[in-house]
């Protein structure tokens, strides 16, 4: 077996929480799991997942725009609660 070394990640605290929960229950820890993440990216020459900018596309940006011309719009009805919103639609 190869000589070990150690290194240090800074990382915000609820992330690696959230890592050591998931992890933890995969049967892993944080170690383990950096382990196969640089063994599966020397393995494929690659980082092993896509990384984005995570745009939304022409079709989920209109809809976002859409909802925010309704939101400043005092014509359009809003609702405080879902039976409000179906009481309204049943009328």
């Known amino acids: 077996m190869a000589s070990s070394t150690n290194i240090s990640i800074r990382m915000d605290s609820d992330l690696k929480a959230q890592a050591d929960a998931l992890f933890g229950e995969l049967g892993m820890n944080i170690t383990t799991a950096f382990n196969i993440f640089v063994r599966q990216s020397l393995r494929e020459g690659r980082i092993p997942f896509e990384i984005s900018?995570?745009?939304p596309n022409k079709?989920?940006?209109?809809?976002m725009l859409e909802a925010e011309r309704f939101a400043k719009d005092?014509?359009?009805?809003?609702?405080?609660?879902?039976d409000e919103l179906f009481d309204e639609l049943r009328k």
């Not at 005092?74 to 879902?82: A, E, F, I, L, Q």
């Open 53 to 55: 900018l995570n745009r």
């Open 59 to 63: 079709e989920t940006l209109g809809a």
């Open 74 to 82: 005092p014509s359009v009805n809003g609702y405080t609660d879902m």
